[in-house]
């Protein structure tokens, strides 16, 4: 089965991440000046707007911190409805949003605020491996 969702640009500030993700791993940027790893990739860090940055490998494991089922989406994800969306604490700081794997969508009360997920990675190219989450502790 071909992966037929949207697949991100690659940019220059972004290729230590996406090349991460080709090798299993969850890079992630953080700043050398306040030591706070943030997400979103950016060239200045949003905590101390340093740009002395630095590229760590992350644990690939968090918690949820709220989530949302999507009965409706459009394009290319229509198809895709019900699916969950979820912000990922990161075991390192900051936040990411996700589509929430291994879950039932018509139960939403089965998903639990504070779960431990794990990431994983899907091919979306030749070039391109996407990271999702999935709940692996209720």
Known sequence: MSYEL???RQGTHTKPFWQGTKEGKLMLPRCLDCNRVHWYPRHICPNCHSMNLE??????????????????????????APFVTAYIDLKEGDRMLTVLRGVDPA????IKIGSK?????????DDTFLP??????A
């Open 6 to 8: 949207p697949v991100p």
């Open 55 to 80: 590229w760590i490998e992350g644990s690939g494991e968090g918690t949820v911190h709220t989530f949302a089922v999507q009965h409706m989406a459009f394009g290319p994800w229509a198809k895709e």
């Open 107 to 110: 139960k939403p009360e089965d």
């Open 117 to 125: 997920v794990k990431v994983e990675f899907e091919q979306g190219d």
């Open 132 to 137: 999702f989450w999935r709940v692996v502790e």
